[in-house]
């Protein structure tokens, strides 16, 4: 809901820039330019979110057996792993549908 409410008030944000500089041609380059953003947003912001973090694929036999467990009681398929170096208890999910969802672990997490 909140991803929404953000694109919702940039698209009115550079409709209402454009028209005021521009008119009813800035409003529909406002409009065009907002639909370019989400569809960056939604095709490469989990990518760009693991590459910010410096998150690496991660193999660990015993993490992956128990998400797979997991995965198979609640009939999702399993996500991909990654891991930071960072003593800090995290863990967090990244993606766009459930085919390509990622998980991200840190060392912290992982020593508990």
């Not at 009115?12 to 008119?23: E, F, K, N, P, Q």
């Not at 694929?57 to 398929?77: G, S, T």
């Not at 792993?81 to 840190?106: D, E, M, Q, W, Y």
Request: charge should be positive; aromatic fraction near 8%.
């Amino acid at each position: 809901m909140t991803v929404v409410i953000m694109l919702g008030t940039l698209t009115m944000l550079l409709v209402l820039i454009g028209g005021l500089a521009a008119g009813l041609d800035g409003v529909v380059a406002g409009a065009v330019i907002s639909v370019f953003i989400a569809g960056f947003l939604l095709a490469y912001s989990p990518r760009l979110l693991l590459t910010w973090s410096r998150a690496e694929p991660y193999q660990n036999f015993e993490l992956q057996r128990m998400i797979a467990y997991i995965c198979h009681e609640a009939k999702l398929p399993p996500p991909r792993i990654f891991h930071i170096a960072s003593p800090l208890p995290n863990a967090f999910t990244v993606g766009t549908s459930k085919r390509n969802a990622s998980l991200v672990v840190t060392d912290g997490i992982l020593r508990l």
